[in-house]
C-alpha cells in the first residue's frame, strides 16, 4: 500500500499557485494500478482518497501509523467503495459483498477487515474509496445503481443534462458524515455543476472517469472571483476545499463521482454563485 499526504493552503496562498502546484496539492493522478492499493491523506476534512484494482491476489486494505494513527484503517473512520471497473468483491470483516459495475458499498466504522478481489484479472474491478473520520457505528449496506436516488438535471440547451445518483445519502444510508454519488452526463453533454456553487461547511472530492484516453475534463476551482482549472484525465481525482467553486467542462460526455465531508450531510446545502459573479 502507498499513502500520499496532502496539507491544506489558505485560498489566498492558492492564487499564488502555478499549474504544477495546483496539480500537486489538488489533483489525485494515481488511484488505479493494478495490484496496488494507493491512498491520498487529504488534510482537507482529513479525506483518504484511494483505489484498489486486485488482480489474480486479492487486497487488503492496511492501516498506516503515521497518517491513520490506529491499529486497522476503520477504527475511528467510516469508507465508501464504488467500483468503476469488471466485477469483483470486498469482504468486510469476512463477510463478502460482490459488487458489479458502478455499485456501492458503505463500510462503517469499527470494521477491522476490508479485502478487496477481482472476479477476472483480465477484466480487474476498480474500486475507488473515500473515507473520513466517523464517531458512530452503523450498518454495512450495499447500494446497486438500479437502488440510487435518481435526480434528472439539466438541459441539452445549456449542454448539462445529467442524471444524479445519491448512493451514500441520507435516505439510502445511514452514515456519520460521509456522503456519495454519481453523476452521469447524456451523451453530449459536457458541463457539469453550473451555474456553479460554494460550501463553506463542508468540502467535496470529484472522481472523473468513463473518458477514453484521449479526452479529458477541464475542472474549474478557486474563488469565485479568482478562478483557476485543472485539467483532468480519466480515473483522476480533485480534492475541492471548502472555499472552492467546483464544476468542470469536459471534451465528450463523462462521469464523476463526488463525496462530501464535514458539518452536516444535506446535500441541497450549497451557497449558489451568480453567473455575473464568476471571473
Known amino acids: 500500500m502507498m499513502i500520499d499526504v ?6 489566498d496562498a492558492a492564487k499564488g499557485f502555478d499549474t504544477a502546484a495546483l496539480r500537486r496539492n489538488y489533483l489525485v493522478e494515481r488511484l488505479f494500478e493494478p495490484g496496488k492499493v494507493l491512498l491520498t491523506y487529504s488534510h482537507v476534512e482529513r479525506f483518504v482518497i484511494g483505489g484498489a484494482t486486485p488482480a489474480s491476489v486479492p487486497l487488503k486494505l492496511e492501516s498506516d501509523k503515521a497518517t491513520i494513527g490506529s491499529p486497522n484503517f476503520l477504527d475511528r473512520r467510516e469508507l465508501g467503495v464504488f467500483n468503476i471497473g469488471g466485477a469483483g468483491t470486498v469482504s468486510v470483516d469476512g463477510v463478502a ?5 458502478r455499485d456501492a458499498l458503505y463500510v462503517p466504522m469499527g470494521t477491522r477487515e476490508v479485502v478487496f478481489a477481482s ?4 477484466a480487474p474491478a476498480r474500486f475507488y474509496l473515500l473515507s473520513t473520520p466517523a464517531h458512530a ?19 441539452t440547451a445549456t449542454a448539462n443534462k445529467r442524471t444524479i445518483y445519491q448512493m451514500i445519502h441520507p435516505d439510502v444510508v445511514t452514515s456519520c458524515q460521509l456522503v456519495m454519488g454519481m453523476t ?10 453550473m451555474p456553479c456553487h460554494v460550501h463553506d461547511r463542508r468540502s467535496e472530492v470529484y472522481l472523473y472517469f468513463d473518458l477514453p484516453a484521449d479526452a479529458r475534463v477541464i475542472h474549474l476551482m478557486g474563488e469565485p472571483d ?44 450549497m451557497d449558489m454563485v451568480p453567473m455575473g459573479e464568476l471571473k
Not at 496532502?6 to 485560498?11: D, I, K, L, N, S
Not at 472476479?119 to 483480465?122: I, V
Request: proline letters at 6%; charged letters at 25%.
Open 97 to 101: 459483498h460482490p459488487l458489479g459495475h
Open 6 to 11: 496532502r496539507h491544506v493552503h489558505h485560498q
Open 119 to 122: 472476479d477476472d484479472p483480465d
Open 137 to 155: 457505528r452503523y450498518e454495512t449496506k450495499v447500494v446497486r445503481i438500479a437502488e440510487a436516488k435518481r435526480m434528472p438535471l439539466g438541459d
Open 184 to 193: 452521469q452526463l447524456d451523451e453530449g453533454n459536457v458541463w457539469n455543476t
Open 226 to 269: 479568482e478562478t483557476r482549472h485543472v485539467v483532468v484525465a480519466d480515473g483522476q481525482a480533485v480534492i475541492s476545499p471548502p472555499w472552492s467553486i467546483h464544476s468542470g467542462c469536459g471534451t465528450r460526455a463523462y462521469t464523476f463521482i463526488w463525496g462530501m465531508g464535514g458539518d452536516n450531510i444535506d446535500y441541497t446545502d
